[in-house]
């Protein structure tokens, strides 16, 4: 009996062990892209990392999910840029782009949205306690901020409702690359967080908004690098889903008789993005909440002030 436990303990110590180096490779497991001129992009578990060279330090766009990412993220991106990192731009809140945050050194330049620094003070609150919040946004703005670093001038905005009320994008002026963050779910079917102000029904007039930028080449905040014609294509479906949306409201349709009848064309080819434990972000998920936004079943929570 005694040797049948030790048995049973030393597979399930085995599994526990393969399990857990399974995980380990996948979340420092990253591909590296060259996005045009001094701008890459690292694809990982989270969203997608912009890095900049320029010439006089590193400017990384998110950090991912895990302290563990931000770590290798900010080895790879000083290998990248031949310099350590010194700034971070946080697009939005969200873990899968903040969380790498506190494995960089405190001092580092942390740029963000004011309603963004306010959503990690409050709906991300716990996380951001003793040393995290060494590195939480230390420069934050509300419309437009320029900065220029070395040779070079990036472009913050913040240009409307969509993904949240407080997302920005980056604008790498001298490379003409736009990193979007969450505004731009490239063939995946997006999160849409009507707690934190998102917005269906505002989301393509957002994008209008983007479109009027000087670029070329687009970093989506999930999905690979694309270009305006890709940006205008999850805009046509953004439109699509608000306009089925408002149709479903005023015919006072419940969210069953939505999720059946939705007749989505723009979508064709998304895949669904799983996080687990979490949601599913699918078609269903995408029409319920254009539905609830619609029909006033969900609203904002309101937001303290983030100074």
Do not use: C
């Amino acid at each position: 009996m005694g040797k049948r436990i030790g048995w049973i303990v030393a597979v399930v110590s085995l599994v526990i062990g393969v399990s857990a180096i399974t995980v380990y490779n996948k979340l420092t497991s990253f591909e590296v892209e060259h996005v045009s001129g001094d701008v890459y992009v690292i694809y990982g578990l989270g969203g997608n990392v912009g890095v900049l060279s320029t010439g006089r330090g590193t400017v990384v766009v998110d950090t991912m999910t895990f302290n563990l990412q931000g770590k290798r993220i900010r080895e790879q991106a000083q290998q990248i840029g031949g310099a350590p990192v010194t700034t971070i731009i946080n697009t939005h809140y969200h873990i899968d782009h903040t969380h790498g945050n506190p494995a960089f050194p405190m001092g580092t330049r942390v740029v963000s949205t004011d309603r963004t620094l306010a959503y990690l003070r409050t709906r991300d609150a716990d996380y951001w306690e003793g040393d995290a919040s060494r590195t939480l946004p230390n420069e934050t703005f509300e419309d437009e901020h320029v900065m220029r670093i070395g040779g070079k001038t990036i472009r913050l905005y913040h240009l409307g409702r969509g993904h949240t009320d407080g997302d920005l994008v980056v604008l790498f002026t001298d490379d003409r690359v736009l990193h979007t963050g969450d505004l731009f779910f490239n063939g995946r079917y997006p999160n849409i967080d009507l707690e934190a102000g998102g917005s269906v029904q505002e989301w393509s007039s957002t994008i209008y908004r983007i479109l009027e930028l000087d670029f070329d080449k687009v970093i989506p905040g999930h999905g690979p690098v694309t270009d305006r014609q890709g940006l205008i294509s999850f805009q046509r479906f953004m439109r699509e889903l608000a306009d089925v949306a408002a149709r479903a409201a005023a015919k006072g349709l419940l969210l069953d008789e939505m999720l059946a009848t939705a007749n989505l064309k723009e979508d064709e080819g998304y895949e669904a993005m799983s996080i687990p434990f979490v949601m599913n972000l699918d078609r269903d998920f995408v029409i319920r909440r254009a539905w609830e936004e619609a029909t006033g079943a969900v609203k904002p929570t309101s937001l303290p002030s983030s100074r």
